[in-house]
């Protein structure tokens, strides 16, 4: 296994209030982590860690984020810069309120390619949308954010994430607010994107059996520390902390089972 990402005893405070206490964690070249917690266990502090994106009230107290030998926490804004997007990608939770509401999803995708110095081939935005599992790529492309639904909405933010091929997806709670079946596309999109190309997938999510149908390993966070961590079956089916069994317990029983996308019938 590739190394991609290495955390390694990560602490991050907002003033008097520790969000992260040491937490480390590994993630391989392909791999796919979902750390689940409730709310305020710190999941997307984590998660704006890696992508330096912490609002300016955080502060990084101690610790390292090593991404392909480059270390995050350290590593000047222009090198910051020049990684995101184009090797580590961001899906916020509110898909619509990624998209800019005054251009077509087209006109925007462009836009991703060009602010990386790259030319846009023809029929580009089309292929792109339907790799994201969009059926009416022609339509979405000429469509305007509001014309679209919350789950149409996010899976172009994704499309916007990955235009530039990413090798790390960090996804913070992407299914957020939409509806089931919304979210069962969105996390196969995501689980996809993984399994099938091979984008390293972060996502943080309080919901364990969204963690359970995208992750291979699923981290579990409380109070700002990494409580269990371990492969999906294994969390899924003998979870060591009572805290993790309470996150299971609490996913409502909608005949939805766990098996992962991309595993096969
Ligand atoms: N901008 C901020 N200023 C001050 N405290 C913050 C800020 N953002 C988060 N916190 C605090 O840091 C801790 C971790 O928050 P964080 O948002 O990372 O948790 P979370 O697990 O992602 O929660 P949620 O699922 O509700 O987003 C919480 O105690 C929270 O109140």
């Known amino acids: 296994m590739d190394g991609l990402l290495e955390i390694d005893s990560l ?7 520790r969000a ?16 689940v917690g409730e709310s305020g266990s710190g999941k997307s502090t984590l998660l704006r860690s890696i992508a330096r994106l912490l609002p300016c009230q955080a502060r990084i107290e101690s610790g390292a984020i090593e991404f392909r030998g480059t270390d995050l926490v350290t590593a000047p804004g222009r090198v910051l810069r ?8 961001y899906v916020f939770q509110n898909g619509r309120e990624s998209l800019d509401p005054l251009f077509t999803v087209g006109r925007q995708l462009d836009e991703v390619l060009r602010a990386h110095g790259k030319e846009v081939p023809p029929s580009w935005g089309e292929a792109l949308l339907r790799r994201m599992g969009i059926e009416d790529p022609g339509r979405v492309l000429a469509a305007f954010p509001r014309e679209l639904s919350g789950g149409q909405c996010q899976r172009v933010a994704v ?7 990413p090798s790390l997806l960090l996804a913070d709670e992407p299914t957020g607010g939409l509806d089931e079946e919304a979210r069962d596309k969105v996390g196969g999109l995501l689980g996809d994107l993984n399994a099938r190309e091979g984008v390293a997938l972060v996502t943080v999510t309080h919901d364990i059996g969204f963690a359970a149908q995208v992750a291979r390993r699923i981290a579990v966070m409380r109070d700002g520390r990494i409580v269990e961590e371990g492969p999906t079956e294994r969390v899924m089916a003998r979870p060591s902390q009572p805290y993790t069994r309470e996150l299971i317990d609490a996913v409502p029983r909608t005949g939805r089972t766990f098996r992962r996308v991309g595993d096969g019938a």
Do not use: D, F, K
């Open 11 to 17: 602490t991050v405070s907002y003033g008097p209030n």
């Open 20 to 35: 992260l206490a040491s937490v480390s964690l590994e993630l391989g070249a392909g791999e796919s982590l979902a750390v």
């Open 82 to 89: 020049s990684l995101r997007g184009s090797q580590i990608a």
């Open 159 to 165: 499309a916007l994430s990955v235009a530039c091929g």
